[in-house]
């Protein structure tokens, strides 16, 4: 089983009960559930872990995981993906530790270098040089249906998807306190308006956001404070930064 104690850590942590009847997204147990599910020993099994931890640690969208090349990915202190978003826009986001060294060995596992490698694709399929969305859906589907079968406490939402782990990141993210404006930016939405449907998830966190937005310039700064306040919040969210 993946042994992600970012992940694990989430088993102590209480996620507050929140309505879930805008979208189906998974809970941070939920998200741990998952990931503990793929064995990591084969390379189409460390594929699994790796591309559904990135899926869920970059909010990406199914088609802009497609589209990843291993050039995108850069290895550093603060290691970073570039995501190739709608309408040709990209944006660069942090990796949290634990998705890097996913990452890493899964690369490894392939023989491929982010220097020898850059024009390939992340995660090809077996039949062609990139995985297709319809492909992520049904490894999702595959997951999902394990996790539900194993632990039918959870997974009490219909018509999970690919799009399911995106909006679980940033309800996570607005649990953890991060600024509405700052989601916006990391899923790459146009609008703010259209960051504001998490806001029903949670009404609880409305107020405090709102006055966050008003006080605060400095995003670094205030993602500071928030995580200085929220030890109990899993690293892996913390880490969303």
Same mark, same amino acid.
């Given at each position: 089983?993946?042994?992600?104690?970012?992940?694990?850590?989430?088993?102590?942590?209480?996620?507050?009960?929140?309505?879930?009847?805008?979208?189906?997204?998974?809970?941070?147990?939920?998200?741990?559930?998952?990931?503990?599910?793929?064995?990591?020993?084969?390379?189409?099994?460390?594929?699994?872990?790796?591309?559904?931890?990135?899926?869920?640690?970059?909010?990406?969208?199914?088609?802009?995981?497609?589209?990843?090349?291993?050039?995108?990915?850069?290895?550093?202190?603060?290691?970073?993906?570039?995501?190739?978003?709608?309408?040709?826009?990209?944006?660069?986001?942090?990796?949290?530790?634990?998705?890097?060294?996913?990452?890493?060995?899964?690369?490894?596992?392939?023989?491929?270098?982010?220097?020898? *490698?850059?024009?390939?694709? +992340?995660?090809? #399929?077996?039949?062609?040089?990139?995985?297709?969305?319809?492909? @992520?859906? %049904?490894?999702?589907?595959?997951?999902?249906?394990?996790?539900?079968?194993?632990?039918?406490?959870?997974?009490?939402?219909?018509?999970?998807?690919?799009?399911?782990?995106?909006?679980?990141?940033?309800?996570?993210?607005?649990?953890?306190?991060?600024?509405?404006?700052?989601?916006?930016?990391?899923?790459?939405?146009?609008?703010?308006?259209?960051?504001?449907?998490?806001?029903?998830?949670?009404?609880?966190?409305?107020?405090?956001?709102?006055?966050?937005?008003?006080?605060?310039? *400095?995003?670094?700064?205030? +993602?500071?404070? #928030?995580?200085?306040?929220?030890?109990?919040?899993?690293?892996? @969210?913390? %880490?969303?930064?």
């Amino acid at each position: 089983m993946a042994s992600l104690g970012a992940y694990n850590a989430v088993s102590q942590t209480q996620t507050p009960k929140v309505p879930r009847t805008v979208f189906p997204y998974f809970s941070a147990e939920e998200i741990r559930i998952l990931l503990s599910i793929p064995e990591t020993e084969g390379k189409s099994d460390s594929r699994d872990v790796t591309l559904l931890a990135l899926l869920y640690d970059s909010g990406a969208r199914a088609q802009e995981v497609c589209d990843i090349l291993i050039g995108d990915i850069t290895f550093a202190k603060t290691s970073t993906i570039r995501i190739h978003g709608k309408g040709n826009k990209t944006r660069e986001l942090p990796m949290s530790s634990d998705v890097v060294k996913l990452i890493k060995r899964y690369l490894a596992e392939r023989g491929k270098t982010l220097k020898d *490698n850059r024009d390939e694709h +992340l995660f090809p #399929s077996q039949r062609s040089d990139r995985i297709t969305t319809a492909c @992520i859906r %049904n490894l999702v589907c595959k997951y999902v249906t394990l996790a539900k079968s194993n632990h039918p406490a959870y997974f009490k939402e219909e018509g999970y998807s690919p799009h399911s782990f995106r909006h679980s990141k940033a309800v996570h993210l607005l649990e953890a306190g991060v600024p509405l404006i700052y989601i916006r930016n990391f899923l790459g939405h146009e609008s703010v308006q259209t960051t504001e449907i998490y806001l029903r998830i949670h009404q609880g966190s409305v107020s405090k956001i709102l006055k966050e937005r008003k006080t605060e310039t *400095n995003i670094p700064n205030t +993602l500071e404070q #928030s995580h200085s306040k929220n030890q109990d919040i899993p690293d892996f @969210i913390q %880490n969303a930064r």
